[in-house]
């Protein structure tokens, strides 16, 4: 099974030299890689100029501007030609064992239930026992970290993209759990904890700026939990498809990659910015209340 590798980063230099130099250096060949930097301003450029030179299979992309992960992470998705999975990798993750990406493909290939892999890189995602179709075994959660996703073609072509509608730091990574669970998809984590380390989720390597920056996206009205809580609602009831394209479409120039806001869009973000003022949550954080008169009939925007 290939295997298209996708690394977003935005500055913290010293993090993304760790997480590349272990990904070349622990990933046997038969891979593809794209990396998409967000525009950032502290060297990392220059360092991915000088590593794509020396890396034939690597494809860069150099953003102007922080146009958030979902984003970028969907613009390196979209250079997995004819591979058989996309791995979202984060630039904080740190690769332990070259069997890593050997252990995330053959769970695909051996149990065509599973909708996304990983790792447990998260203390609190225990999860279940879970014996896959060949009888490995392997853990079922009910939300795979996007820090190290592995997603095969047939859950994307049923899924699409990344939700680009979060902001920079949002719930994207949360949501396509979900959506693949709703679509009846086991998620699953290798039982092998040490193959890959979070590097970015130990208190001493997290950048204040980063922080500030998923706390503003988190508290936002159109990208934070109440938007999360909605699109879970919209999902539910059918209203708008479980599929979800790019919200920013690439386009290339002679300055680079730009994006513009996808036509298909906007009538979606008219009503979800109506219907986010209509938001309640309860006490336990579920919506208790959502005016759905915006709507003219299920499934057509108004």
């Known amino acids: ?23 070349l250096a622990q990933t046997p060949p038969g891979y593809s890689l794209t990396v998409t930097d967000n525009g950032s301003t502290d060297g990392t450029p220059r360092y991915l100029k000088e590593l794509a030179d020396a890396h034939p299979h690597m494809r860069l992309h150099l953003l102007k501007r922080n146009m958030g992960v979902a984003v970028a992470s969907n613009l390196a998705w979209g250079d997995a030609g004819a591979a058989d999975c996309f791995v979202k990798l984060d630039n904080d993750v740190e690769i332990c064992d070259p069997h890593w990406l050997e252990r995330l493909t053959g769970m695909l290939a051996a149990d065509g239930r599973v909708g996304m892999a990983g790792y447990r890189l998260c203390p609190w995602h225990e999860g279940t026992p879970l014996r896959l179709a060949d009888s490995t ?96 609602l919209l999902f539910e009831k059918g209203i708008i498809p479980l599929k979800v394209g790019r919200k920013y479409l690439p386009v290339e120039g002679p300055d680079g990659t730009v994006f513009s806001l996808n036509p298909e869009h906007k009538a979606l973000q008219r009503l979800l910015t109506r219907l986010v003022q209509t938001v309640e949550t309860s006490q336990t954080g579920d919506i208790s209340c959502l005016d759905l008169s915006a709507w003219q009939k299920k499934g057509r925007l108004s």
């Open 137 to 232: 075994p392997a853990l079922s959660v009910a939300c795979c970290n996007g820090a190290c996703a592995c997603i095969p073609r047939a859950v994307h072509e049923k899924l699409g993209f990344w939700n680009e509608s979060y902001g920079r730091y949002g719930y994207e990574d949360l949501e396509y759990s979900w959506r693949a669970r709703q679509a009846g998809y086991l998620l699953a984590y290798a039982l092998q904890e040490d193959a890959v380390r979070h590097l970015g989720a130990e208190p001493e390597q997290r950048d204040p700026n980063m922080e500030n920056g998923k706390l503003s996206s988190r508290t936002a009205a159109l990208s934070g939990t109440k938007a999360y809580l909605m699109y879970l």
């Open 1 to 23: 099974m290939r295997a298209h590798i996708g690394v977003v980063t935005w500055n913290r230099l010293d993090l993304t030299r760790r997480c590349l130099t272990s990904l």
